[in-house]
């Protein structure tokens, strides 16, 4: 079993709809959680990161945490076009000088 | 605006010819990480550098080599390449401070390097 799990899609969603993307992992000791937005032949850019479990808000962007269920999501409010990316959930125990441990990255197109 | 500049954006090399990555950075910070990704893969950190400390990860081939001649600058040498070497190789960069929770940075990438084997 891998440490993060994450659905590589690929998702597409209609202009404007919510998106839902999540990832679960394994291991309690993780207490930083990233998402990163990848676009084609780019590298990967921080889109957001929370420490422990709650809520995040950035825009239309919305990360959530539950240690609880070691499920954390991300969600996009009105969704478009240039969201079209792929989007790879990170975790690790610390900041810093630490290895982050990725998702395999959903693969997201928002349809115009 | 700081950034971490990976140089050059696409490599193309021969079969067994040494190829040498640079990457450099503005942000000050003091670790340095060397990433291979391919296609529809998640990144795989190949080593990183805090400060001047060599880090390697255990699964890391002897081929693959790193040098950080100081804060701004690290080198990705990859001395025999193999197919199985063609990828993207992401450099990282993050920081590490005195006082947990209060100056410690994440990681931010740059746009990688493209690597081809003929």
């Known amino acids: 079993q891998k440490e993060v799990e994450q659905d590589p899609g690929p998702l597409s969603v209609p202009e404007g709809a919510i998106v839902s993307l999540n990832c679960t992992y394994s291991?309690?000791?993780?207490?930083?959680f990233m998402w990163y937005r990848q676009y084609s032949r780019k590298g990967p850019e921080l889109l957001m990161y929370?420490?422990?479990?709650g809520n995040k808000e950035d825009g239309r962007f919305t990360a959530q945490v539950d240690k609880s269920s070691k499920y954390i999501s991300l969600f996009i409010r009105d969704s478009q076009p240039s969201d079209s990316a792929t989007y790879l959930c990170a975790m690790s125990r610390h900041f810093g000088n630490e290895k982050l441990t990725f998702g395999t990255g959903t693969r997201l197109t928002i349809i115009p | 605006d700081a950034m971490v500049i990976q140089n050059p954006r696409y490599q193309v090399t021969q079969f067994g010819k040494p190829v040498t990555l640079s990457c450099s950075q503005t942000?000050?910070?003091?670790?340095m990480y060397w990433y291979q990704q391919k296609s529809s893969q998640a990144p795989k950190l190949l080593f990183h550098y805090y400060d001047k400390d060599f880090n390697n990860e255990a699964d890391t081939p002897d081929n693959f080599q790193s040098r950080r001649p100081n804060t701004s600058f690290c080198f990705l040498d990859i001395r025999s390449p193999g197919l199985g070497d063609a990828a993207m190789y992401l450099c990282?960069?993050?920081?590490?401070?005195?006082?947990?929770?209060?100056?410690?940075?994440?990681?931010?990438f740059g746009d990688g390097t493209r690597l081809s084997i003929l």
């Open positions: 929370t420490y422990s479990s």
């Open positions: 942000l000050n910070h003091n670790v």
């Open positions: 291991n309690s000791a993780f207490q930083y």
């Open positions: 990282a960069t993050s920081s590490q401070g005195d006082a947990p929770h209060v100056s410690n940075q994440p990681q931010h």
